[in-house]
């Protein structure tokens, strides 16, 4: 069975730092794209970055742009999202996904329907 395990959430001050992990298993981690998407309450989910399986090149959202930086160990299967200058408005539940497509070849423009398998999600608070 695919499952993507989200973890490292927790409560931060804002400008803080936090650390995500996502290891995957079930597929074979090389062949498909990993995104990352957030939800915060009362508000509609948020894709904010999708990392290539090819060359690790990554996508990133504007509204994370310059301060969350995506990295994967294939050795590992897993993605790591490292997460600076935090602010209250990136308090949400953070989700990794598996893209539906293999070797899709882009990582820009990816919409929710683009990914087949979620995460149960981890709880990322920031204060103010």
């Known amino acids: 069975d695919v499952q993507l395990q989200a973890s490292g959430g927790g409560l931060v001050q804002a400008g803080g730092s936090l650390s995500l992990s996502c290891a995957a298993s079930g597929f074979t981690f090389d062949d498909y794209n990993i995104g990352w998407f957030r939800q915060a309450p009362g508000k509609e989910r948020e894709g904010i970055l999708c990392i290539g399986n090819s060359d690790a090149s990554a996508y990133y959202a504007d509204s994370v742009k310059g301060r969350f930086t995506v990295s994967t160990d294939n050795a590992k299967n897993t993605v790591y999202l490292q997460m600076n200058s935090l602010k209250p408005e990136d308090t949400a539940v953070y989700y990794c996904?598996?893209?539906?497509?293999?070797?899709?070849?882009?990582?820009?423009?990816?919409?929710?329907?683009?990914?087949?398998?979620w995460g149960q999600g981890t709880l990322v608070t920031v204060s103010s």
């Open positions: 996904v598996k893209e539906n497509t293999y070797y899709s070849g882009t990582i820009a423009g990816k919409k929710s329907v683009d990914f087949d398998y």
